[in-house]
């Protein structure tokens, strides 16, 4: 036998070694040359700080551009479905045919084409390595997802105690009974034991913030605001770059205020809260341009309560939107019919605007930008003096009114739109692309962001990306980016004419 085949023998059983696990019984990544970059974004994945792990892995794909285990994992915490997408079939084209991690890409591409779970091979890779901590969580994700709530809860106390290093598996551990049980009973309160275990495995870490704000979490769920306000500031304290500590503390103070009776709202026609409920989800769809949506979740707070005048109006402005004049009419004559026995203001900003639709006047931004000021607390009548009146406001006023609705409320994803479009108008090309792919993050079951998306790509000059982020919002339902989609298509035909 010749030398340098003996060589090349020993290094290809070498490799075959490798590919299937480490000695530590730790699976082995396929990384490259970027196993650092890995490792660290594996970390700071799994204690939610989801964007540092980005920006990890994305360090990992430009050091070694075949990091397979960066494009897998940088699937894994990205929730924009076009991203994800692509990740995902990345990822499974770099990868080895008999590596075993190669069995985590398939699944995650079958499983965003609707095709089986993202964790269906975790199980029997952690009983092949024991030892790795991040195989243990997606176990533990899959046991729970099979409805296996003991088992899973198991598997995590005795991964926890084999690698006691790894907080976040006590962290999922506390999550098992804080989602699942009710707050204030015994089985919810065993969180808190596994909860300040995790704070202990962190501290000194950059995961302490994560394991504050998870405390924080637990103290909000009991409706204990002063407890679960503390812990948030101390996330941030404890790493600034923490997203979740500065949204959590708006969160908190919001439902504070309104637990309280401290909360400045417009008053409503209605005292059923099923019926509020929906209301108010209907005025995020509309916001959301869902107009269908809006439509059926209004008519759902109509039904539940038939005396519920501002919802006839509203549901008649999403027939506006939606062309329908016949209901837009016959709404707007029952709400105003209504008026008489609704809230002072909430009678007012009926009949606004029914004179708007009657005389084309522009009353009911008018009495918007009042109302808002007086109900200071109400997200709707804040996002509406961005809504109705963007267009002449100018870009400026649009930027400061829905950055201020977000501090206040930073659920209300639809500022986020707003924003977008208010800095393409600006010429701030950099900051419209992050706050539109923001509210894609935060809102990645909607189709108006991803459409929102595919107008900034537009105006960069980008059309193939375009094109994917119209595809997906025309696929989700939204007409306009179907037209927008299928103009794209047609540029090059036209072009070869």
Not at 235 to 240: M, Q, T, V
Not at 251 to 256: G, N, P
Not at 389 to 414: C, H, K, Q, W, Y
């Amino acid at each position: 036998m010749k030398k340098y085949s003996f060589i090349s023998i020993v290094v290809l059983l070498a490799m075959l070694f490798v590919s299937c696990g480490t000695s530590d019984g730790k699976l082995s990544r396929q990384t490259g040359t970027a196993g650092d970059e890995v490792e660290a974004g594996l970390y700071l994945a799994h204690n939610v700080m989801w964007d540092l792990a980005r920006d990890k892995f994305d360090e990992g794909i430009a050091k070694d551009p075949n990091c397979v285990s960066c494009y897998l994992n940088k699937g894994h915490v990205e929730t924009d479905r076009v991203q994800r997408r692509e990740l995902y079939e990345k990822a499974l084209e770099l990868s080895s045919t008999q590596h075993p991690e190669t069995k985590l890409a398939r699944d995650a591409v079958n499983w965003i084409n609707g095709e089986g779970g993202r964790f269906d091979s975790y199980e029997n890779l952690y009983k092949k390595y024991p030892n790795d901590p991040y195989l243990a969580n997606g176990a533990a994700r899959s046991l729970m997802i099979n409805d296996k709530l003991d088992e899973a809860r198991v598997l995590l106390e005795e991964a926890f105690n084999a690698m006691p290093s790894a907080g976040f598996l006590s962290n999922l551990l506390g999550y098992t009974y804080m989602n699942n049980e009710e707050p204030g009973s015994d089985e919810f309160e065993k969180a808190s034991g596994h909860l300040r275990r995790y704070m202990r495995t962190e501290n000194g870490k950059d995961g302490l913030a994560n394991a504050l704000d998870s405390m924080g979490e637990y103290y909000l769920m009991k409706g204990d605001f002063e407890n679960a306000l503390a812990h948030y500031r101390r996330a941030i304290g404890a790493n600034p770059n923490y997203k979740w500590g500065p949204i959590n503390v708006a969160r908190t103070m919001r439902q504070a205020k309104r637990a309280n009776g401290e909360a400045r709202i417009m008053p409503s026609s209605t005292e059923n809260q099923d019926a509020k409920n929906a209301f108010n989800v209907g005025g995020w769809y509309l916001y959301n341009i869902d107009w269908d949506r809006a439509y059926e979740k209004f008519s759902e707070a109509i039904e539940l309560d038939p005396n519920f005048a501002l919802a006839y109006a509203m549901r008649a402005r999403t027939s506006f939107f939606l062309g329908n004049t016949d209901d837009l009419v016959d709404d707007l004559d029952i709400a105003v019919s209504m008026s008489l026995n609704a809230s002072e203001d909430e009678g007012l900003l009926i009949n606004a605007l029914a004179i708007d639709v009657k005389d084309g006047t522009s009353t009911f931004n008018d009495l918007v930008e009042g109302l808002a000021k007086k109900y200071s607390d109400d997200s709707m009548l804040a996002f509406e003096t961005v809504f109705a009146t963007m267009s002449a406001i100018g870009a400026d006023a649009v930027i400061e009114r829905a950055n201020a609705l977000l501090a206040m409320d930073p659920d209300f994803t639809p500022a986020y739109n707003m924003l977008g479009y208010a800095y393409m108008d600006k010429g701030d090309l950099e900051n419209a692309g992050k706050v539109l792919q923001e509210q894609v993050r935060l809102a990645p079951g909607l189709a108006n962001p991803y459409d929102s998306m595919g107008d900034y790509y537009l105006t960069v000059g980008d059309s193939e990306s375009a094109l994917k982020y119209f595809e997906k919002s025309a696929s989700m339902g939204l007409t306009a980016s179907t037209t927008k989609a299928d103009s794209l298509k047609n540029i090059p035909e036209t072009e070869e004419e």
